[in-house]
Antibody, heavy 116, light 112 residues
Framework: QVQLQQSGAELAKPGSSVKISCKAS????????ISWIKQTTGQGLEYIGY????????NYNEKFKGKATLTVDKSSSTAFMQLSSLTPDDSAVYYC?????????WGQGTLVTVSS | DVVMTQTPVSLSVSLGGQVSISCRSS???????????LSWYLQKPGQSPQLLIY???NRFSGISDRFSGSGSGTDFTLKISRVEPDDLGVYYC?????????FGGGTKLELK
């Protein structure tokens, strides 16, 4: 069955970076884009961007340009999102999700906490 | 950006009852290819969101026919009939027609 397994929770200091992984299984990795979504209590669900897992091409929400960098390793069927120059506003749960007319499959979420 | 407005923010229902959730978009969600990429999700406590409905009215694999989606253009509705305990949580609509893709603020379904 389709699974997206994300890396564990991160505690990071302001100004630092974190890299979250999303390992896919149960389907042909390069056949579907992987999107990343941020969830906070105040802002709800926000689309960060997607990566074309075949070509590596990306689409970013303007709000997250310069903040998030999406990459992929086809050899391990894993997508990555690096968040840089972290501030407390980046504290959230981050999800990867496979999109096909809707976000049909989601990872379990990765909690990122930014605190000094 | 396309703003998605969901109403109501919260809803109380009795088991076995029926509810409707409204989702309105600030722009038409009809894509240039003729499809309308409006989806509905349910997030249960402590879980990731799960897809219920895609392209307005198509139920995702394994989703009960108690869930139905309708609407067009900028005005959409999710109906849940014969509400069961497992239906409780927060419902979101989301659009995939215009970048950046956006979501509604959510509707919390609780037991009366």
């Amino acid at each position: 069955q389709v699974q997206l397994q994300q890396s564990g929770a991160e505690l990071a200091k302001p100004g630092s970076s974190v890299k979250i992984s999303c390992k896919a299984s149960g389907y042909t990795f390069t056949s579907y884009y992987i999107s990343w979504i941020k969830q906070t209590t105040g802002q709800g669900l926000e689309y960060i961007g997607y990566i074309n897992t075949g070509s590596g091409g990306t689409n970013y929400n303007e709000k997250f340009k310069g903040k998030a960098t999406l990459t992929v390793d086809k050899s391990s069927s894993t997508a990555f999102m690096q968040l840089s120059s972290l501030t407390p506003d980046d504290s959230a749960v981050y999800y990867c999700a496979r999109y096909n007319s809707g976000y049909a499959y989601w990872g379990q979420g990765t909690l990122v906490t930014v605190s000094s | 950006d396309v703003v998605m407005t969901q109403t109501p923010v919260s809803l109380s229902v009795s088991l076995g009852g029926q509810v409707s959730i409204s989702c309105r978009s600030s722009q038409s969600l009809v894509h240039n290819n003729g499809n309308t990429y409006l989806s509905w999700y349910l997030q249960k406590p402590g879980q990731s969101p799960q897809l219920l409905i895609y392209k307005v009215s198509n139920r995702f694999s394994g989703i009960s026919d108690r869930f139905s989606g309708s609407g067009s253009g900028t005005d959409f509705t999710l109906k849940i009939s014969r509400v069961e305990p497992d239906d409780l949580g927060v419902y979101y609509c989301g659009q995939g027609t215009q970048y950046p893709w956006t979501f509604g603020g959510g509707t919390k379904l609780e037991l009366k």
